[in-house]
């Protein structure tokens, strides 16, 4: 059973840090590229980072530079930590595949505010 849960979002300031996790199944995780995606209101889910299994990452140019992606693969455990957050980085962030996504989880919600 494909499984994906992602923890960690919060509210925080302009200018403060999270860190995301995401714990999968193996069955999904092992051997495969992955991603974390966000969904803010009115917006369509957008990528903003990518990793290949072995650990080559990319990222949305608006989040290069502040964001980090990361995985543990004896863990089927994938990270997003996250600097300098901006109130436009307010999302609910969900990891899936990176290519072909589908079942997605519940999210976790990062909001960027005073």
């Known amino acids: 059973q494909v499984q994906l849960v992602e923890s960690g979002g919060g509210l925080v300031q302009p200018g403060g840090s999270l860190r995301l996790s995401c714990a999968a199944s193996?069955?999904?995780?092992?051997?495969?590229?992955m991603a974390w995606y966000r969904q803010a209101p009115e917006n369509q889910r957008e990528l903003v980072a990518a990793i290949t299994s072995g650990g080559d990452a990319s990222y949305v140019d608006s989040v290069k530079g502040r964001f980090t992606i990361s995985r543990d693969n004896a863990k089927n455990t994938l990270y997003l930590q996250m600097h300098s957050l901006k109130p436009e980085d307010t999302a609910v962030y969900y990891c899936?595949?990176?290519?072909?996504?589908?079942?997605w989880g519940q999210g976790t919600q990062v909001t960027v505010s005073l």
């Open positions: 899936n595949l990176r290519w072909g996504p589908n079942s």
């Open positions: 193996r069955s999904i995780f092992s051997g495969r590229s």
